[in-house]
């Protein structure tokens, strides 16, 4: 897509190429999404609503199958399964089902899932993937066959990729797909003017046609001065990249382009591709450089870059010199499939699996997870935080849970505020909370007690009908191994610190 010229016409043979090319190995869906376990009302709904099949798997249990075949020696799973097509069936019965959004239960039956089913097992979507999870890859695709509803065979292009924070044990593995077509089953027959004309404008995907033999005698002249390694050229000679930016001549772009991009015609678009392209292309344009020099004339990344409104938009980018121009690059095809939505999933999903909606603070998978990699490196000391919402009970059963809820989320508000930098405030039970301050003193820690209370009883001034009331703990750890017990001293100091709250309230009340 990277280029600053173009055309002032458009070659009827290369749009006939272009149609016959329209339907490449990419996907027909101009969104993407991904899916997740989301708890919240908006992330809920943009999983649901996501216009393309969207799964989560649990593969823990196949992580823990696969750990068992490298301890006997095996070497190869792949080949290990072809040879012994019975274990299939044992590794599908690995691969929990978790979730599914509506599209997926809308292209295929109720309750099941696609990835797991297969002509034979080794064939199916999941274990596919075997090879890459076994290498230690956390994201990876594979092409496979399935059927839908109806009996119709589809060929479609799965992705997954394993969530950062579940890399350990892969109990969350978000999964999307795209109908593609097989190597080879693209149209061969040539389309008329008219008829190229519709595929190529009515795509939805957004093409682009473009000549890179300019680039290619670039490339033939470096081969002749001898440069046999790219990637040093490039480091040592920056300012190729920029004369393999202006070498690139764009010929068309298809109406999708411009509804992509918001632009409102095509030479608003092609004048305004600097901004299009944003500061980070640079780094996706030099892979692609290097790929064509070592002779990879078809290519598949993601890519981002930023609409002429302003916005952000992730893409994958499809690139292939078109049959019958290997010779001098001069009809290129590139197709850019928008999966920000999926992205925004992914996103999403990740702050859910790691945070407590109601609060907004983290919950308390994540704070064992920290208190564990603080507990073994530190920096210490580390002083931790046990806090207890006094009265939610009286509110949930006076006022209702909507007015516990709002004072949970206003506690949240509190402590992200009060404590903030490397802290790790979070929610660990109904109405408990727990903060974990590294690299903070008694001192530091009681100030950061004292700052919270501080900000309690300015909330209080505006909201007296449900006062917020925390009973707080401060512990502190300096030494490996002991955060744990950190943590029971700050549980017991905040205990005698509700003690004392109740006795102060009952005195009050018998006065």
């Known amino acids: 897509m990277l280029g600053f010229q173009q055309s002032k016409s458009v070659d009827v043979g290369i749009m006939r190429a272009n149609a016959a090319y329209t339907l490449f190995d990419g996907s027909l869906d101009d969104d993407a999404g991904s899916p997740g376990l989301i708890a919240g009302d908006d992330d809920a709904e943009a999983f649901m609503a996501a216009p393309v099949p969207l799964w989560v798997f649990d593969l823990s249990q196949l992580r823990q199958l696969l750990a068992g075949w490298r301890a006997q020696g095996i070497t190869d799973p792949v080949i290990f399964l072809q040879e012994n097509p019975s274990l299939a069936k044992v590794c599908l019965a690995a691969c929990r089902f978790v979730k599914a959004n509506q599209r997926a239960r809308t292209l295929f039956e109720p309750g099941h899932s696609p990835l797991l089913q297969a002509e034979t097992g080794a064939d199916s979507p999941l274990l596919r993937q075997i090879g890459p999870l076994w290498n230690g890859q956390t994201e990876f695709s594979s092409q496979a066959s399935v059927t839908s509803p109806g009996a119709r065979r589809r060929t479609m292009r799965w992705e997954g990729k394993i969530l950062p924070r579940y890399q350990e044990d892969w109990s969350r593995v978000i999964y999307s797909a795209s109908e593609t077509f097989e190597h080879g089953q693209a149209p061969q027959v040539v389309f008329d003017d008219i008829r190229a004309r519709g595929l190529f404008e009515q795509s939805p995907v957004s093409l682009w046609v473009e000549d890179y033999s300019a680039l290619k005698s670039l490339f033939e002249g470096l081969r002749r001065q001898g440069v046999k390694d790219l990637r040093q050229f490039i480091l040592s000679h920056p300012g190729f990249v920029d004369q393999a930016m202006t070498a690139i001549r764009i010929i068309d772009v298809n109406a999708r ?209 449900s006062p917020m009331s925390l009973s707080i703990g401060v512990a502190t750890c300096r030494r490996r191994g002991e955060l744990e017990e950190t943590l029971r001293v700050a549980d017991r100091r905040m205990y005698e610190a509700k003690r004392e709250h109740y006795a102060t309230a009952l005195n009050r009340r018998t006065v």
Not at 332 to 360: C, F, N, P, Q, W
Not at 448 to 464: F, P, S, T, V, W
């Open 257 to 465: 382009t411009l509804s992509l991009f918001a632009a409102p015609d095509k030479s608003t678009l092609l004048g305004g591709l600097d901004s299009i392209l944003g500061p980070n292309a640079r780094g996706p344009f030099i892979e692609e450089l290097i790929d064509l020099w070592h002779g990879n004339l078809t290519q598949h990344r993601e890519v981002v870059n930023q609409a002429m409104n302003g916005e952000k938009l992730d893409l994958v980018l499809q690139l292939s010199i078109m049959p019958g121009f290997e010779h001098d690059w001069s009809c290129v095809l590139i197709g850019l499939t928008d999966i920000t939505a999926r992205k925004r999933a992914e996103t999403a999903m990740e702050y859910m699996a790691s945070h407590d909606i109601l609060s907004k603070l983290r919950n308390r998978a994540h704070f064992e997870r920290e208190m564990t990699r603080l507990d073994a490196a530190g920096p210490f000391p580390v002083s931790a935080m046990i806090a207890d919402l006094n009265g939610l009970k009286t509110i949930n059963d006076v006022q209702g849970h909507e007015a516990g809820d709002r004072l949970i989320a206003r506690v949240g508000g509190v402590l992200l505020e009060a404590v903030g930098g490397q802290s790790c405030a979070a929610r660990i039970g109904g109405d408990e909370f727990a903060v974990l301050m590294p690299e903070t003193d008694e001192e530091l820690g009681m100030q950061a007690r004292n700052k919270i209370q501080a900000l309690i009883r300015r909330e209080n001034e505006g909201n007296r009908v």
